[in-house]
């Protein structure tokens, strides 16, 4: 019993750790994403470490459907609208407006 338990454990901690590291495999191409569309990398820092804290794996991966030339922050925030989460649109847009006028770090 010990041996299955012991299994059980090591199987949900390995899920765990993929799990985490998926998060931040999500953000760091969130990161170069935004770096790669123009955007300082104050601001770009800023705005992953925003994101990564207030949405869940998923809605960082639904982002990704975003992949594109975006030269100005205003096209990059329209094009989060097109992905029908108002979490995510609330998120982003917080996100660009805190981090660009510097008052979010």
């Known amino acids: 019993m010990t041996r299955f338990l012991k299994r059980i454990l090591l199987l949900v901690g390995l899920a765990a750790v993929l799990f985490v590291g998926a ?16 955007m300082s990398d ?16 998923f809605q ?5 459907k975003l992949e594109g030339d975006k ?8 094009a989060v609208k097109g992905v029908d989460d108002s979490k995510v ?6 996100s660009a407006a805190l981090c660009k006028s510097g008052l979010a770090h």
């Open 89 to 94: 649109i609330l998120v982003t847009t917080t």
């Open 23 to 38: 998060h931040f495999y999500a953000g760091w191409r969130l990161h170069a994403a935004l770096v790669a569309n123009g």
């Open 60 to 64: 960082l991966v639904k982002l990704q």
């Open 71 to 78: 030269p100005t922050l205003g096209a990059w925030i329209h």
């Open 42 to 57: 104050r601001v770009a820092s800023c705005m992953t470490k925003r994101m990564m804290k207030r949405l869940t794996l």
